[in-house]
């Protein structure tokens, strides 16, 4: 089953202290951890909410605002994708993330759809070739 | 029409007193279909969990099971091997349900190849003409698997109590919702969200990893426990002190983990402790429902077994030297046991016993506790002092009712009563109530 893991409100040290480079020796050491045990599918740091732009089509018209799309305290830091056995294994590689000791965590299932697109089907697509 | 014997051989017994018209052949086959889902049903359907991995699709194929067990039976006789019989049929129907509403999905098709396999192996030419192996052999026992399922700590507390007394106890929707005071359509709507709950995280089926064990562990100890409380102080109406039904499905619930986990001494520290408190059943209430505090209760009257099988796994707990908040609230509650009388009570081990209890888990209702205790090994000024001292319980009755009574000791009828009158304030079990007004006009 793969997993979303979601970090929100991510705290980090200003760039060039030893505190970042402390944090992010952490998270690369973590997602090599991933990777030895063949879990990592993709993960991504984002832009804080004074980056975020929001778009909404209304009848066919395109309305563009700045700012999230919800206003709130909470925000969306960043990303793992993990395929992980259950959710048991799910939690325990959230729950060893460096950023589980200061940011709110949230381990979400990716949905099955039939049909939906898959990089790993695209992939034995490629390779089938 | 002749039975046929591969699996359909009458059962023993069948002698010439017993009637054969359709009436007798269904009331027989309705009985013991009766006696075999009740002694097997938490098995059948762990079976069903583990098979399908969904809660729904196991529970409606059992239904389906049943409904073709009282069609073939009284005309077919009840099977050598009934347990075999349903769980046969119910994988079918659940490969059928599956096939027809899942059939696009990576796990149902899993499940499909699975259950097919393990179909033919069991039966490849179809029901009823294949030699029966023992049913409770092939199923295996998944009951602590369906335990833990139930109990994860991904689903919110209330949800684990009420999938496990509906799963594991084979409680109805309706009497689940009792215990909750809840409508049967609204604890209905709540097991159905919960069921999803655990398809849609993730949740699997079966005994967590070592990894994982402590805390997944620690979460079925406090839905059997909280299920024990639920049915021991609240009560499912505001006016019975005790639910025993729902004490007695804790019980055993907990003595089933303590079978399957005999090497866990918590897991044994939590089965002496609800056997023990449960000891005291007939005794917590008078005739008329009024409450009897544990000093004034009739000793002869608890019940012996359950304090010897109590004590048993709490030596055996004991053992594993690995103390733990279940085993010392156990070891509190053998010491009532064993002792002879009220008055014979060593209140001095009680209160070191809470002393360790507090190191391990401090919180506001163990140091009240341990303020009582202490009062009744050395004085009610040493309790008086203690209480004084503990925070976060100014809502809390129980607090108040100690305070009264240790007041009351010391002679200071003025603050007792105060104490008493905060304490009706907060009290909303009736029996309590009456209990605490009682000794309020005792004070006069």
Same mark, same amino acid.
């Given at each position: 089953?793969?997993?979303?893991?979601?970090?929100?409100?991510?705290?980090?040290?200003?760039?060039?202290?030893?505190?970042?480079?402390?944090?992010?020796?952490?998270?690369?050491?973590?997602?090599?951890?991933?990777?030895?045990?063949?879990?990592?599918?993709?993960?991504?740091?984002?832009?804080?909410?004074?980056?975020?732009?929001?778009?909404?089509?209304?009848?066919?018209?395109?309305?563009?605002?700045?700012?999230?799309?919800?206003?709130?305290?909470?925000?969306?830091?960043?990303?793992?994708?993990?395929?992980?056995?259950?959710?048991?294994?799910?939690?325990?590689?959230?729950?060893?993330?460096?950023?589980?000791?200061?940011?709110?965590?949230?381990?979400?299932?990716?949905?099955?759809?039939?049909?939906?697109?898959?990089?790993?089907?695209?992939?034995?697509?490629?390779?089938?070739? | 029409?002749?039975?046929?014997?591969?699996?359909?051989?009458?059962?023993?017994?069948?002698?010439?007193?017993?009637?054969?018209?359709?009436?007798?052949?269904?009331?027989?086959?309705?009985?013991?279909?009766?006696?075999?889902?009740?002694?097997?049903?938490?098995?059948?359907?762990?079976?069903?969990?583990?098979?399908?991995?969904?809660?729904?699709?196991?529970?409606?194929?059992?239904?389906?099971?049943?409904?073709?067990?009282?069609?073939?039976?009284?005309?077919?006789?009840?099977?050598?091997?009934?347990?075999?019989?349903?769980?046969?049929?119910?994988?079918?129907?659940?490969?059928?349900?599956?096939?027809?509403?899942?059939?696009?999905?990576?796990?149902?098709?899993?499940?499909?190849?699975?259950?097919?396999?393990?179909?033919?192996?069991?039966?490849?030419?179809?029901?009823?003409?294949?030699?029966?192996?023992?049913?409770?052999?092939?199923?295996?026992?998944?009951?602590?698997?369906?335990?833990?399922?139930?109990?994860?700590?991904?689903?919110?507390?209330?949800?684990?109590?009420?999938?496990?007394?509906?799963?594991?106890?084979?409680?109805?929707?309706?009497?689940?919702?009792?215990?909750?005071?809840?409508?049967?359509?609204?604890?209905?709507?709540?097991?159905?969200?919960?069921?999803?709950?655990?398809?849609?995280?993730?949740?699997?089926?079966?005994?967590?990893?070592?990894?994982?064990?402590?805390?997944?562990?620690?979460?079925?100890?406090?839905?059997?426990?909280?299920?024990?409380?639920?049915?021991?102080?609240?009560?499912?109406?505001?006016?019975?002190?005790?639910?025993?039904?729902?004490?007695?499905?804790?019980?055993?619930?907990?003595?089933?983990?303590?079978?399957?986990?005999?090497?866990?001494?918590?897991?044994?520290?939590?089965?002496?402790?609800?056997?023990?408190?449960?000891?005291?059943?007939?005794?917590?209430?008078?005739?008329?429902?009024?409450?009897?505090? /544990?000093?004034?209760?009739?000793? =002869?009257?608890?019940? #012996? &077994?359950?304090?010897?099988?109590? !004590?048993? %796994?709490?030596?055996? +707990?004991?053992?594993?030297?690995?103390?733990?908040?279940?085993?010392?609230?156990?070891?509190?509650?053998?010491?009532?046991?064993?002792?002879?009388?009220?008055?014979?009570?060593?209140?001095?081990?009680?209160?070191?016993?809470?002393?360790?209890?507090?190191?391990?888990?401090?919180?506001?209702?163990?140091?009240?506790?341990?303020?009582?205790?202490?009062?009744?090994?050395?004085?009610?000024?040493?309790?008086?002092?203690?209480?004084?001292?503990?925070?976060?319980?100014?809502?809390?009755?129980?607090?108040?009712?100690?305070?009264?009574?240790? /007041?009351?000791?010391?002679?200071? =009828?003025?603050?007792? #009563? &105060?104490?008493?009158?905060?304490? !009706?304030? %907060?009290?909303?079990? +009736?029996?309590?109530?009456?209990?605490?007004?009682?000794?309020?006009?005792?004070?006069?």
């Amino acid at each position: 089953m793969r997993y979303m893991v979601l970090l929100y409100n991510c705290d980090w040290s200003p760039e060039g202290s030893a505190e970042y480079a402390a944090k992010r020796d952490a998270v690369l050491d973590y997602v090599a951890m991933l990777r030895e045990r063949g879990v990592f599918r993709g993960a991504d740091p984002l832009q804080g909410a004074h980056a975020a732009t929001t778009v909404r089509v209304r009848d066919g018209e395109r309305l563009v605002t700045d700012g999230p799309f919800a206003e709130s305290h909470e925000w969306l830091a960043g990303y793992f994708l993990l395929e992980c056995r259950d959710l048991d294994e799910a939690l325990e590689l959230a729950a060893a993330c460096p950023m589980a000791s200061d940011a709110g965590v949230e381990v979400r299932p990716v949905r099955a759809v039939p049909g939906w697109y898959d990089p790993a089907d695209r992939l034995r697509e490629v390779l089938a070739e | 029409m002749t039975p046929r014997r591969a699996h359909g051989g009458v059962a023993d017994g069948d002698g010439p007193e017993r009637g054969s018209g359709p009436a007798d052949r269904y009331a027989r086959a309705a009985a013991a279909l009766h006696q075999t889902f009740s002694a097997h049903r938490a098995r059948l359907l762990a079976g069903l969990v583990h098979r399908f991995n969904d809660f729904e699709v196991a529970e409606d194929a059992l239904a389906d099971a049943l409904e073709a067990a009282m069609r073939h039976w009284p005309k077919d006789g009840t099977p050598d091997d009934p347990v075999a019989w349903l769980l046969t049929v119910a994988r079918r129907r659940g490969l059928d349900r599956l096939r027809r509403v899942e059939a696009k999905q990576e796990r149902a098709r899993q499940s499909l190849a699975d259950a097919a396999t393990t179909a033919r192996e069991l039966n490849p030419a179809g029901v009823g003409d294949v030699e029966w192996q023992s049913g409770l052999t092939a199923l295996g026992d998944e009951r602590l698997a369906l335990v833990f399922t139930c109990c994860h700590p991904a689903l919110s507390l209330s949800a684990r109590v009420a999938l496990t007394l509906q799963a594991v106890c084979g409680l109805t929707a309706a009497d689940v919702g009792r215990v909750f005071l809840m409508s049967e359509a609204a604890m209905a709507q709540r097991l159905v969200r919960a069921k999803r709950r655990v398809r849609d995280t993730g949740i699997t089926f079966a005994v967590p990893s070592e990894a994982a064990l402590p805390e997944r562990l620690n979460s079925v100890l406090a839905v059997i426990y909280t299920m024990f409380t639920n049915g021991y102080v609240r009560g499912g109406r505001d006016d019975q002190l005790v639910q025993p039904a729902l004490c007695a499905e804790a019980v055993r619930v907990a003595k089933l983990l303590a079978v399957l986990m005999p090497d866990e001494p918590e897991v044994l520290g939590l089965a002496a402790l609800l056997l023990l408190q449960h000891s005291r059943r007939a005794t917590r209430t008078s005739p008329d429902g009024d409450l009897v505090t /544990l000093e004034h209760q009739d000793r =002869t009257q608890w019940d #012996r &077994d359950d304090i010897e099988e109590g !004590l048993r %796994l709490l030596r055996a +707990a004991a053992r594993r030297t690995q103390p733990g908040t279940y085993q010392i609230q156990a070891a509190i509650a053998a010491e009532h046991a064993r002792a002879p009388s009220a008055e014979a009570t060593d209140w001095v081990v009680i209160a070191e016993l809470y002393a360790g209890l507090e190191e391990l888990d401090p919180s506001p209702v163990v140091a009240l506790n341990r303020a009582v205790a202490l009062a009744m090994a050395t004085t009610p000024q040493a309790g008086l002092e203690l209480l004084a001292r503990i925070t976060g319980l100014e809502r809390y009755h129980p607090y108040h009712v100690a305070r009264a009574e240790l /007041l009351h000791r010391t002679g200071d =009828t003025v603050s007792a #009563r &105060d104490a008493f009158v905060r304490a !009706l304030n %907060l009290v909303t079990n +009736a029996v309590e109530e009456r209990h605490l007004q009682s000794r309020l006009a005792a004070l006069d």
